[in-house]
């Protein structure tokens, strides 16, 4: 099976002056955890997604030692959403983005999903941005591909 046989009919595309909140928004809105970002011409900028949020708002020493979010009052969660308003995709996504091919094998992307953690790929050909594909609609194609499943 290739790539193009498991790519996601409708990716979730957001701009970099995208507000994290509507970000935030259009995520809970799909069944998706991530959106590529591009640009005004269709250039791929990055990825942003709901990890990258919640890394934005957890701080460091939490992510290093669980006990400490122990001493963070508990609207600290809510204070930091509200920043959501202001701070766009651009203030938070990963622009160093591990792509693939269409024509790849969908081994391919099970080991990049492996060894980056990401769960959603962009797919490229021919230094265009064509959609994505991810750890579900993977499984998904696999699953219902494959009659003795």
Request: aromatic share 6%.
């Amino acid at each position: 099976m290739l790539v193009r046989d498991a790519m996601l009919p409708n990716p979730l595309l957001v701009s970099p002056t995208t507000t994290i909140l509507d970000f935030v928004n259009r995520v809970l809105d799909s069944n998706q955890t991530a959106a590529v970002v591009i640009d005004d011409k269709g250039a791929l900028c990055g990825l942003v997604s709901v990890h990258d949020v919640f890394q934005a708002i957890l701080p460091h020493y939490v992510s290093m030692e669980d006990r400490l979010a122990a001493v963070i009052h508990e609207g600290y969660f809510e204070e930091r959403a509200t920043a959501f308003k202001s701070m766009t995709v651009a203030d938070l996504m990963v622009t160093e983005v591990d792509c693939i091919s269409p024509d790849d094998a969908v081994i391919k992307a099970v080991g990049l999903f492996v060894r980056t953690k990401r769960k959603t790929l962009p797919v490229i050909k021919d230094g265009q941005f064509i959609g994505t594909i991810t750890r579900r609609s993977l499984l998904r194609k696999v699953t219902t591909s494959d009659p003795v499943l």
